[in-house]
């Protein structure tokens, strides 16, 4: 938590406010619990998207080339918290409630807004800073993919050029020591083929039904 914003531990007093109370305040510190709490931070690959997290969710990945800070009204403002949180609560929602990534992407999208409004930046300044750096899938500068990114996003998306660069990844060397090379290399191209054989296969039409003639 920058320390020039706001007090990291002193409590409430003088506000007359009780703990629970939703303030920008409190915002602010939940922020930084949830920051404090991740396990494995990895800022030496190339994201989609500026941020992932891994399959287990131990890793949140920020792209190796995305500024940790920008320049907002005087003040440099650090980057990653937030993009942390965005990736920790979307992770959660998919893992734990079994949320349909883009459905979990909106709430997560929606506690960055909040976080970046409660630290008093203008969340479009905020979010023409992230535009500008992203990499989408089929970005040339996607070179050095980690092999245990979590493709589910990609894969609700129907995106198989992210899938296919981590199985190119991993056929260079670059997988993770925690994971078996074949068979992540296997798990990857059988995703990809399925995404494919769901693409190609026609969603069956469904005509509405007629509507009994009321007598």
């Not at 510190?29 to 190339?46: F, G, N, S, T, W």
């Not at 050095?144 to 990844?169: I, N, Q």
């Amino acid at each position: 938590m920058p320390l020039h914003f706001c007090h990291p531990s002193a409590p409430h007093k003088g506000l007359h406010l009780p703990e629970w109370f939703v303030s920008d305040l409190m915002l602010e510190r939940a922020l930084d619990a949830v920051v404090r709490r991740v396990k494995k931070l990895d800022r030496d690959h190339d994201i989609p998207y500026l941020a992932g997290y891994s399959v287990d969710g131990a890793i949140i990945y920020i792209d190796r080339h995305m500024p940790k800070t920008f320049r907002h009204k005087g003040r440099n403002i650090e980057t990653d918290r937030f993009l942390i949180l965005h990736e920790e609560v979307e992770k959660t929602m998919i893992d734990r409630l079994n949320l349909h990534y883009l459905h979990a992407h909106q709430i997560a999208t929606r506690a960055e807004q909040a976080a970046v409004r409660a630290c008093g930046i203008s969340w479009r300044a905020y979010d023409d800073f992230m535009q500008a750096h992203v990499k989408h899938s089929g970005d040339e500068r996607l070179t050095k993919v980690p092999g245990d990114l979590d493709s589910k996003p990609y894969r609700d998306e129907h995106d198989t050029e992210l899938p296919e660069r981590m199985a190119r990844a991993i056929e260079r060397g670059h997988c993770p020591s925690t994971h078996h090379p074949a068979k992540l290399h296997g798990a990857i191209r059988s995703k990809v083929a399925h995404i494919k054989a769901a693409r190609e296969t026609p969603k069956p039409v469904t005509l509405p039904k007629r509507k009994a003639d009321k007598r």
